[in-house]
């Protein structure tokens, strides 16, 4: 019974991407061309204005959101035609560092301490370092958001020896995520925040169940939330 439930959800699933993906090819062309030119008129305009008068401030701001209005349409095209895996040989420590390194600005402005406990001797892996990447940020990002000022962000790697799988495991010491909402936390649409899509961490399990892996996660409301991304070992 348990196992057509799980079918269930994600044939449930499979459906609402490919409604997604239908919606985004049809609208991308058409959104993207307008806002191209309202981006371009927008950065003339700003250059007229005294650089330190109010208006350029009120310009960053539409050019700001206008970028994230782009974000959103690459969100729900890489959901709609998910590209293939470019797999090389990886060492993940680096990886990791790679993605801390990008992810030090917005610690530093939400005031979060960032920890990365390195596995020692891990085996290289066939990932796409991008594709992974984009992962390892975007989880890391969601548990500084989550934290909060004065909060820790860990990043470990290590070896699963009973799942015989590398994992990535980022832990905070946030408010936690409440159990009736853990189980809705990859569905297409869903968040809790403000200017969330709600497509984060769908694309995310995507890519890495694309690698033949999982994301797990456990939490305990004031307590704080574990993210462990699972990779296949050679």
Do not use: W
């Not at 005294?50 to 310009?59: A, K, Q, T």
């Not at 560092?97 to 406990?117: G, K, P, R, S, T």
């Not at 001797?121 to 991008?130: R, Y």
């Not at 408010?175 to 990859?186: C, N, R, S, V």
């Amino acid at each position: 019974m348990a196992e057509t439930f799980e079918l269930d959800e994600k044939l449930y699933l499979r459906e609402k991407l490919a409604i997604v993906g239908e919606l985004a090819a049809g609208m991308a062309h058409e959104i993207r061309n307008p806002l191209t030119s309202i981006r371009g008129f927008l950065q003339l305009l700003q250059h007229r204005y005294n650089p330190e008068g109010p208006e350029r401030e009120y310009f960053q701001i539409m050019l700001e959101e206008l970028d994230r209005i782009n974000n959103i349409i690459k969100e729900f095209l890489s959901l709609a035609k998910p590209s293939q895996p470019q797999l090389k040989i990886t060492d993940i420590n680096e990886l990791i560092c790679e993605a801390l390194l990008l992810a030090e600005q917005e610690a530093l402005m939400n005031e979060v301490m960032l920890e990365f406990i390195k596995g020692e001797n891990l085996p290289l892996v066939f990932l796409d370092p991008a594709q992974i990447k984009q992962v390892i940020l975007n989880i890391i990002s969601n548990a500084i958001q989550a934290t909060g000022p004065g909060g820790r962000v860990q990043v470990i790697s290590h070896v699963d020896p009973e799942e015989r799988m590398l994992v990535v495991s980022i832990k905070d010491n946030g408010p936690g995520i409440p159990p009736e909402q853990l189980p809705k936390i990859f569905d297409p649409f869903y968040t809790t925040k403000e200017h969330g899509t709600g497509l984060g961490l769908t694309l995310s399990q995507r890519i890495i169940e694309g690698h033949g892996g999982k994301i797990k996660v456990s939490s305990r409301v004031g307590e704080g939330s574990c993210f462990g991304i699972y990779l296949p070992l050679p």
